[in-house]
């Protein structure tokens, strides 16, 4: 008897950087594994970094399926796997990294512990869209910040992909949350619940003293890096806490070591690349069902929509900077989420 198949996007050459449209094996899920048919793909900027090569610490052997972010129905479940059962709704950041497979494909098996189950206000194309740059936000401001009700944030890139994720979280824990972007998106900050700042015509000292007393931000996330945590080493109050997701530069410290600030580095693809820490990451997607289907946060969304077909043309997109808002690929129609076949 033959093996089941599925239609997947294969990765064979890190030069050509070219999707190969294929039918290969459907994968069967293991110990603490779950077999999820694919409903829709977020696109992130790492995916298409590692598709063209240039990030060594998450590529995987070729040939691979890519695809970071997903949403889809649980189709079964591995032994051991009590959280989750078939025809469940379930979103998460589970694989196209190493040796786990990604989510350009009709199915996925992914560990049960970096899944939860999809808020029932959204659907699968917006579930798709808020794995990675909620977990990365929460990693910065809840687990690496302990940021409490009451303080002062700074969110540096207010309106960008993980920064939008971080004002909303910070607005949900009671911070008082202050946000960089460039004039064009001051609207879209205040939408969220932020006072936006335009760093184009205002400098550090002049925001810090209008909106702190010049004392500083008791918490700062940038998601930015180079000048922008610069300005972040400089912006931080006394004792503050600054976490970065994009510290992959050379800084000179010495502004926010005078402060006894922290600076704490956050890179949300620790969980699938080591094993550790995966149990808690499903845990930080519970708390993102939560508070989305209380309405405290809501992913934006691309105006832009692609099949499995225009995978290619989704990373072109992201790698653009032109996307306003998450873009996500439709594996599948929403119409026949509920098939169970190719």
């Not at 109050?237 to 410290?253: D, K, M, R």
């Not at 956050?266 to 820490?277: K, N, T």
């Not at 946060?297 to 992201?318: G, W």
Request: net charge neutral; aromatic share 6%.
């Amino acid at each position: 008897m033959s093996k089941p198949t599925m239609r997947a996007l294969l990765l064979e050459s890190y030069q050509s950087a070219q999707f190969r449209d294929v039918q290969i094996e459907r994968p069967a899920p293991g110990q603490g594994e779950v077999l999820v048919r694919v409903i829709a793909s977020g696109v992130n900027p790492i995916d298409y970094k590692i598709r063209t090569g240039i990030a060594s610490y998450a590529m995987p052997e070729l040939p691979a399926v890519l695809g970071t972010d997903m949403a889809g129905i649980v189709e079964s479940v591995g032994a051991g796997v009590t959280t989750f059962k078939p025809g469940d709704a379930v979103y998460g950041m589970t694989g196209g990294v190493r040796g786990l497979q990604g989510s350009l494909a009709h199915y996925q098996v992914a560990d049960a512990d970096l899944l939860a189950h999809k808020p029932k206000n959204l659907s699968f194309r917006e579930a798709a869209a808020v794995p990675l740059t909620f977990l990365t936000a929460w990693q910065g401001l809840v687990d690496g910040a302990k940021l409490k009700q009451g303080q002062s944030v700074l969110i540096q890139g207010g309106a960008g992909g993980v920064g939008h994720m971080a004002v909303q979280i910070a607005r949900s824990l009671g911070a008082n949350v202050f946000a960089t972007a460039s004039q064009a998106k001051h609207s879209l900050v205040e939408q969220l619940g932020a006072v936006p700042i335009d760093y184009h015509s205002s400098t550090v000292e002049q925001y810090i003293s209008r909106h702190t007393q010049a004392r500083g931000f008791e918490v700062i996330f940038d998601s930015a890096g180079g000048k922008s945590l610069d300005d972040s080493l400089a912006a931080i109050a006394p004792y503050g806490h600054i976490a970065s997701c994009a510290a992959f530069g050379t800084h000179n410290l010495a502004t926010s070591s005078l402060r006894c600030a922290t600076l704490t580095g956050v890179f949300v693809l620790l969980p699938m690349l080591s094993g550790q820490g995966r149990a808690h990451q499903g845990q930080v997607l519970a708390n993102a069902t939560r508070l989305i289907e209380k309405g405290e946060v809501r992913p934006i969304l691309d105006k832009h929509r692609f099949t499995l077909s225009e995978a290619h043309q989704a990373h072109d997109l992201v790698q653009s900077g032109q996307a306003v808002g998450k873009v996500v690929i439709e594996v599948a129609s929403e119409a026949d989420q509920w098939l169970g076949a190719d």
